[in-house]
Every structure is written in structure tokens, then in C-alpha cells.
């Protein structure tokens, strides 16, 4: 047997598979010819210990809190790149040079604005509809204004449509929000860069215009930044699935954000905020909602901690737990909340409970008390999450659609249900 072989033996009979070695040494059976050989399939629920495809765009190593995009660790590109940088990165698999950031910065504006009759969709919506339920519909509908995406085969239409939704998603976001509050809608401006454009088009208002902070926009750049991409989370596998059936890139991007809604996934920043709420208005204490998170009998987890792949802290968490205290003093916000989330952390990371089990804040802890103090309300937050995926998702998909070897995704199942039997006799 040779480390590029494993070895099962089932049935009296031995049976070899290749190991597959990604570029940084890790290792995985490759099982595509099992089931042709010996009529089994593998059980993964969950898909545990499942790799569903080959990727270059992402890079984590959960042991030792290790994330990279192309190779580029997230500790050299946040704070450093802007977000409209990094999703070039993610796009194209490298940082832009200064004329192709020049160009894809005017593509972005060229594509911001929403074609006019997209804009009464937004009466159909009932008052107080979750922006998340808004954007996913809206995200959809997008195909019936710009069918041309179906053209797979033409490079030119997958970049302009993957620009155009970058871009476009901003202006939906943004217009989501000013429905739910009953302001009018503010469109967008070519001479405002990319995280300027959609705090401008949040919070401007015919009476109280809104001045743009090169902070805020610094702290909006690095969250966006901290959230593009990280490799096939569920969101990012449903865009995959997705995708894999030749859905347009529009239809298989809603399927990601209404993915990423999941107080699971991207919903548990809101779900944090909740939690440091109760503690905060003594409806809860640290301890209570310790016990309760260790409580099996009470289905009550800590939000924002704990992760399928980090066993260790999440990079983009300690990113964001440092430059937390540094914007709030920048913005002079003092917020409470974050004295409740350091107390919260650091006792779960001494109780034995979360230390035994690897649990560790994930990078939507701290996430939102940046978004509360820039002025973002709690139901956007998950919305926030979505602008910053949605480079990720588009070059995943983009590999996905790319690869020469692409088939449906279509997993099978260990079957549970009766055996044959007949059918009775209708009663009638
Ligand atoms: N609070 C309390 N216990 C937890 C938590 C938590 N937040 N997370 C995991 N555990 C426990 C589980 O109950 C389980 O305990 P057991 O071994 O005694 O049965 C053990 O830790 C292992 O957890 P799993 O459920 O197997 O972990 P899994 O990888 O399936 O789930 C997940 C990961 C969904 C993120 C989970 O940790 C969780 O629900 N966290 C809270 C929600 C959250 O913050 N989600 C955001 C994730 S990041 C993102 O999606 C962007």
C-alpha cells in the first residue's frame, strides 16, 4: 500500500482509491469509482468529512485559524485592500493593477443603478418584511430584466453580469431598507467609491443630507473585506447545487442569500446582538446564558460561537475583535454591548464546557456591534453579510461553471423508509 493509496476491504475483497493532495498538503480519498466497484456509497451526513469539490480560490486551515484568498492571508488584506480590491482579487485571482481597478470601479458604476421598473416591486412588499426576504426575491427577478446571463459560454456576459450584481446588490440593499422605514429611495452617484456610494444611499434623506465618514467607510471596507469569501460554507454550497443545474446566476445567487438567512449561518449576527441585548436589559445574565448554551435539554446555543471548521479562533473574529474597541473610540461611540461580549467570550473560554468542544468566537460575534455603531440596523446585518459574500459566491459559482468536468450535483441516500409493499385498496 503507498501514501497515494487507500486501501478498503469489504467482502473478502480489497479495494485501492487514489489520494487526492491539495497545494497545502491536504489529503482526501477520491471515491468517484466506489460505488461502479463495490455497490457502496459513503454515508456523510452533513458532509462532515466531505469534499464536494476542487477549489483555488480559498485556503482555511480550521486547526490553526488560517484563511486566505488566493493564497493572500486575510490579516495582509484587511484593513489594507478595499472591498472593491478584494472582490476583483476573487474574481480574477489577482489584485487589480491600477487601470483595472479604474475599469472595474467604472463598470460598477455603470451597472449601479436599477432598471426603473424593478423599483415598483418594492410596493409589493408588506411593511416590516425582513430585507433578507426583500433582497433574495429581488436578486431573482433580476433575471427577467437581464436574461442575457443564460449565455454561459460568452466570458464577456459572466463578467458583466457577476459586475452588475455586485453592484446592483448594493442598490437593492439600500432601497430594501428605505422601504422598510418609508423614506424615498436615494439612488446612486458615480463619484462616490463603492462602500461610500451605499452609506450614502442608506442614509441620506431629502431633510437631514448625510455626511460621509472616510471612518465609517474604512470600518464598512474591512467588514466586507473579513466576509467575501470562505470556501464551501452552506451558502456557498447551495450556490454550487444550484448552479450545478444550469440555473441562472441570478436564481442561484437568491438560493445563497436565503441560505445565508439562516440564524445558523449568516442570521446568527443579528441573533448575537439579541443575546447581548437580554444581558443588557437584565432579562439574562453572562451565566445564564452560559448555563443555557451548556444546557442540552434547553435548545438555546451561544450565538456567534463555534464553527464546522475553526477549532480554533476564527482569524476573522480576532480581526474584528481588535479593530472593534479601535472604531468605536475613532467614532467616538461608547457601546455597552461590547464590555457584555468581552465578558461573554472570555468566560466561555475559560468554561471547560466550550474548551473541551472547541468553540471559539466566530466572525459573527463581534461583527455587529461594528455595524450597530456605523449607523446599520440589526435587521440589515445579514444583508451586510450578502454584499460581502457575494464576490465569493459569483467566483465559486464562475469555478464551478468553468470546470471541464462539471456535472448536476445530485447526492444519494441511504434509504430508511418501508420495504415493498402493495397498496391497499382506496377508501371511498
Ligand atoms: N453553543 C453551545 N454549544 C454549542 C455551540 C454553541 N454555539 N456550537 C456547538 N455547540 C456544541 C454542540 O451542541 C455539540 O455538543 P455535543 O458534542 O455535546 O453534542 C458540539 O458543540 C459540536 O457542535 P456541532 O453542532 O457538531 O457543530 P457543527 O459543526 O454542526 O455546527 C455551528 C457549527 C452551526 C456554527 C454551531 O456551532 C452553531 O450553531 N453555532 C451558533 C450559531 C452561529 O454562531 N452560527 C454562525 C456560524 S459562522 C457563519 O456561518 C458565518
Redesign the pocket.
Known sequence: MSANTAELNYAGKTYRFPIVTGSEGEKGIDISTLRRDTGLVTYDS?F?NTASCRSSITYIDGEQGILRYYGYPIEEIAGRYTFVETAYLLLHGEFPTKEQRAQFSRKLNEYSLLHEDMVHFFDGFPRGAHPMHILSTMINALATFYPNVDLLSLKEDIDTSATRLISIVRTLAAFAYKKSIGEPMVYPRHDLSYCANFLNMMFNSPVKPYKIDADIVDALNLLLVLHAD?EQ??STTAVRVIGSAQVNLYATISAGISA?SG???????Q??MNMLRQIQSRSETVDSVLAR??D?KDP??????????YKSY?PRARIIREMCAKILDKLHVRDPLLDIARELEEKALKDE??VD?N?YP????YSGIIYHAIGIPEDMFTVM?TLGRLPGWIAQWREMVQDKNRKIARPRQIYTGPALRHCPEPHR
Do not use: T
Not at 440564524?263 to 449576527?269: D, K, Q, R, S
Not at 438555546?300 to 471548521?309: A, E, K, S, T, W
Not at 466566530?362 to 460575534?365: E, G, I, T, Y
Open positions: 452533513s462532515q470562505h460554507n452552506c445565508l440564524p445558523l449561518h449568516g442570521g446568527a449576527n441573533e448575537v448554551a451548556k442540552k438555546f446555543l451561544l450565538m456567534g460561537f463555534g464553527h464546522r471548521i476564527d464546557y466550550f468542544r468553540l466566530n466572525v459573527d460575534f453579510f
